[in-house]
């Protein structure tokens, strides 16, 4: 299993600009999530999706799209870049099960907006 | 709105001290409590968990204790070592039907040998 894959690793935009972040999990969970990590702080979530076809807004949603057409994979669209978006966006997949439950991180996308 | 507080945003202990973080959670419907060590430009990993039904859980030098009425829980690191250096998060988990995970704003906690 590759576990949860995130393209690209590193992302300059201009202003304006805007992209894809691609994440994609190969473990059949039910759940992703995006979340976004400034220097220094902790991880704010933007979006969040509890299986195909369905998504919700995390606690930073503003300037970001996603959809959930597989349940593989998760993209996050940002609409137009600004500065403020520079940071490092994590995707992460989670399970539960019997009570069980646990999440998984990509390796994360450094982006930087000019 | 849901708010979990994360203290102390730094910690620094002598090698083999013990290293306890704290935190706080706002929403009651919260149900499971992760902590991530996350190192210098890597995922975060999850390190220890706990269900709201349980009150501690340990693993090895890590402990993780909860109060439900008090909505708050910590993480207990004994013997630390160097390698224990990292930022630490905690989490918590909204609802049961839905994957809400909150963070807190995170630890960086520093072992001197």
């Known amino acids: 299993n590759a576990g949860v894959t995130q393209t690209p690793k590193f992302q300059v935009l201009k202003t304006g600009q805007s992209m894809t972040l691609q994440c994609a999990q190969d473990?059949?969970?039910?759940?992703m999530s995006w979340y976004r990590q400034d220097p220094g702080m902790g991880l704010r979530l933007i979006h969040y999706s509890v299986g195909a076809g369905i998504t919700d807004q995390g606690e930073v949603p503003n300037g970001y799209n996603v959809s959930r057409s597989t349940t593989e994979d998760f993209p996050l669209r940002l609409l137009s870049a600004a500065p403020s978006q520079t940071s490092v966006y994590f995707c992460a997949s989670s399970y539960t099960s019997g009570g069980l439950y646990e999440q998984y991180f990509g390796p994360g996308t450094r982006l930087t907006v000019t | 709105g849901e708010n979990v507080e994360q203290h102390p945003s730094t910690l620094s202990v002598q090698e083999g001290d013990s290293a306890v973080i704290k935190c706080t959670y706002s929403d009651s419907a919260s149900n499971y409590f992760p902590w991530y060590k996350q190192e210098l430009g890597k995922r975060p990993q999850l390190i220890i968990d706990i269900r709201s039904n349980v009150g501690e859980k340990k693993d090895q030098r890590i402990a993780v204790t909860l109060n439900k009425t008090a909505k708050h829980f910590s993480l207990h690191i004994t013997e630390t070592q160097p390698e224990d250096s990292a930022v630490y998060f905690c989490?918590?988990?909204?609802?049961?039907?839905?994957?809400?995970?909150?963070f807190g704003p995170g630890t960086s906690l520093s072992v001197i040998p």
């Open positions: 473990m059949n969970h039910e759940y």
């Open positions: 989490a918590a988990r909204l609802g049961t039907s839905y994957d809400k995970v909150i």
